[in-house]
């Protein structure tokens, strides 16, 4: 029978001079401060993760991991992870768990130092959107305002009116939009009389936009719309129209588009609704 193995340690190749250096990095905590992880979060059913290194005065390096279930209402959610003295040498947060989009999931990582009225951030670390396939880190990524660069692009669709009543579709909670284009249909009765169909947008506490299409729309008619901006009101040949939408048409959350229709009839029937917007989370 063969003697059991012995495990033997390498010693180390490289030496590294442990004092008179220069510091590994240029965020030194103490057991005062706390990491302060800050996200608002359009989608459900992902999860942040968030690493991140800690070297000690005696050497040695301390990982950490967390995992925060990410909800979809893009309300902000936080928590403070303990510190313990040392060098925060890196971070980073992903989305993983789901397929998760630029302009869905905000983050931000900070040092937060005190607690009720006192407690404040001390420095902000990273910031940006995640998604399933970038990271956030630090150091490394340049930290971006929560309403700057891309935003999440996704079709906003709206349920279907009563017949004789308008389109209205709003803004979520927490977002804001910028509206690309858009369609929609309109099949008109039987009773005589033309329609002309406008835009109206409501952003409390007013109304702020009004446009319209100088075409008339008879009755016993199926037409589509489409909402694009910088163009005219047009009617094509095959009878579908155009409307326009202001250039760089961005709106907030609470705010409404609806159709203002002269002439709608009691029977007319509003249909197929889309918008294709680019989203932000605003966190508030």
């Known amino acids: ?12 190749d490289i ?13 030194y905590v103490t057991k005062d401060d706390a990491l302060l992880i800050s996200y ?27 995992q925060l279930p990410l909800s ?17 040498l890196s ?3 992903i989305a993983t768990g789901l397929t998760t989009l630029r302009g869905q999931c905000w983050v931000n990582i900070s040092l937060y130092r005190g607690t009720g009225d006192y407690a404040h951030i001390t420095q902000v670390l990273a910031q940006d959107y995640v998604d399933s396939f970038e990271q956030l ?4 990524t340049p930290q971006s305002q929560l309403l700057k660069g891309p935003g999440f692009l996704s079709t906003a669709t709206a349920s279907d009116p009563a017949a004789g009543a308008e389109i209205s ?11 690309h284009c858009g369609t929609f249909q309109l099949v008109t009765s039987a009773t005589v009389g033309p329609r002309r169909i406008g835009l109206e947008l409501f952003q409390s506490p007013s109304t702020v936009m009004r446009s319209g299409a100088s075409v008339e729309i008879p009755e016993n008619t199926t037409v589509k719309i489409t909402m694009l901006p910088g163009i005219q009101a047009t009617q094509l040949a095959n009878g579908n129209i155009i409307i326009p939408l202001p250039n760089e048409l961005i709106i907030n959350n609470g705010a409404t588009l609806s159709t203002v229709t002269a002439g709608l009839d009691s029977g007319d029937q509003y249909s197929a609704i889309n918008l294709f917007v680019e989203e932000w989370n605003t966190g508030g």
């Open 137 to 140: 880190s630090f150091p490394g």
């Open 169 to 179: 579709i709003s803004v979520p909670s927490r977002s804001q939009w910028k509206v």
């Open 91 to 93: 971070g980073v947060a």
């Open 72 to 88: 979809n209402n893009r309300a902000q959610h936080s928590i403070t992870i303990p510190l313990t003295e040392g060098f925060l």
């Open 15 to 27: 030496s590294f001079a442990t004092k008179s250096v220069q510091p590994p990095s240029f965020v």
């Open 40 to 66: 608002a979060n359009s989608v459900f059913g992902g999860i942040l993760t968030v690493r991140f290194r800690l070297l000690r005065p005696d050497g040695v390096i301390l990982p950490s991991e967390i």
């Open 1 to 12: 029978m063969p003697p059991p193995a012995e495990i033997q340690s390498r010693v180390p």
